[in-house]
């Protein structure tokens, strides 16, 4: 089990002793032992050294206020890097350490937080599943891009959910919730997965006396929008009294999900093709595969706009990921790769053995893992 802090840089760090005061507390972390930092907003660690007012938006839509202004002053300054340096060289003089950054930035800017000389973010975090349309062609030219664009010799690595961003089974829908987590865990790079996404867990409708989010409590008429709470809510360990989560009795902040009961580690941790045996099944996949802890990526064309596949490959062993997008069933010619293929996992968990590549058939909302001949 990895331990690791998450570092909140809400000060301006230009000021040299705020700055000593933060790598103190990280040596302070790093002394008992965890593993490294997730450092919140650390691309907004710097304000602009004259203080200037930021420009109004032109385009903003008049919801989100955040969105009023053109933040050119207050995120991404050239001397945050500086700052981020002397965070890695804390970190490097331990073994073994590691340090995220939350950046939402795009491509050409998100990369610089590497560090010229990799001195920087370990991984920059890397959001722009979250916020994309969920349709086959936009993840794959988005992982293509992202591919192309890493530093020779960075490290990938991708998210899908978040404690800002609504749930992914939210977002994509419950019968895409699993191809999305075999997308995560099949990618090249680290993968980020958020609490209760392994069990496709949704947002939970907030009542407004039970709002706690700063952003939805300063403006309810927009709660909908700015509001974070709904995924927030407690992790569901079983159908107890506040599902496991508190003592019973106790109110939790937020509210439980109306299917807290049934959607819950203890069941499905009894069901052998539930969402958590599903999980559990792809995480072991993942790290007895060298092809698909360090392999390469390649994207496979197959004439089909709802599916999305690829290659990992590592040495002698080749898989290859196929992801249906939509609910219908596709037929698909992958005979390039040879007469047959062993499935090692579907999202059903119900598909096995060997099948022929020619006539590989894929029904809808179906994603596959499988062995390539060598």
Same mark, same amino acid.
């Given at each position: ?175 895409? =919730? ?44 927009? =709660? ?47 069901? =052998? ?24 990526? =390649? ?76």
């Amino acid at each position: 089990m990895h331990q690791f802090v998450k570092q909140q840089p809400e000060l301006n760090y230009r000021n040299p002793a705020v700055l000593q005061a933060m790598l103190d507390q990280m040596r302070f972390w790093l002394d008992r032992g965890v593993d490294g930092f997730r450092v919140d907003v650390i691309w907004l660690m710097i304000k602009d050294a004259e203080l200037r007012d930021e420009p109004v938006d032109p385009n903003w839509d008049g919801v989100n206020p955040h969105f009023r202004l053109q933040h050119i002053y207050t995120q991404d300054q050239p001397e945050v890097h500086d700052v981020i340096r002397q965070m890695r060289a804390l970190l490097d003089a331990y073994d073994d350490r590691m340090m995220v950054g939350e950046i939402y930035l795009p491509n050409e800017r998100l990369m610089t937080y590497y560090g010229a000389n990799f001195d920087e973010c370990h991984l920059p975090f890397n959001f722009q599943l979250i916020l994309a349309p969920w349709d086959a062609p936009t993840v794959r030219r988005l992982v293509d891009q992202y591919e192309a664009d890493l530093p020779a010799g960075a490290w990938p690595n991708w998210v899908l959910g978040n404690h800002d961003q609504h749930r992914v089974a939210t977002r994509v829908g419950p019968a895409q =919730a699993r191809v999305a987590q075999m997308l995560l865990l099949t990618l090249r790079g680290t993968p980020t997965c958020y609490y209760g996404d392994e069990l496709g867990m949704e947002n939970v409708p907030i009542p407004p006396e039970m709002v706690q989010d700063p952003p939805a409590v300063n403006q309810p008429e927009i =709660a909908h929008i700015v509001g974070r709470d709904p995924e927030r809510t407690p992790m569901q360990w079983d159908d107890s009294p506040n599902a496991g989560f508190t003592a019973p009795g106790v109110q939790p902040w937020l509210p439980l999900a109306a299917d807290y009961a049934q959607r819950n580690v203890a069941v499905q941790s009894q069901d =052998a093709t539930s969402m958590l045996s599903f999980f559990r099944a792809l995480t072991a996949l993942r790290q007895s595969s060298p092809a698909l802890t360090i392999g390469d990526y =390649a994207a496979i064309d197959v004439g089909v706009d709802n599916i999305f596949a690829y290659t990992r490959t590592h040495g002698a062993e080749r898989l290859l990921i196929v992801l249906n997008f939509a609910a219908t069933t596709h037929r698909l010619d992958l005979s390039q790769f040879g007469a047959e293929a062993e499935i090692l996992l579907s999202t059903g968990m119900e598909s096995r053995g060997k099948v022929r590549l020619r006539a590989l058939y894929v029904v809808g909302n179906e994603g596959i893992v499988l062995r390539l001949p060598g």
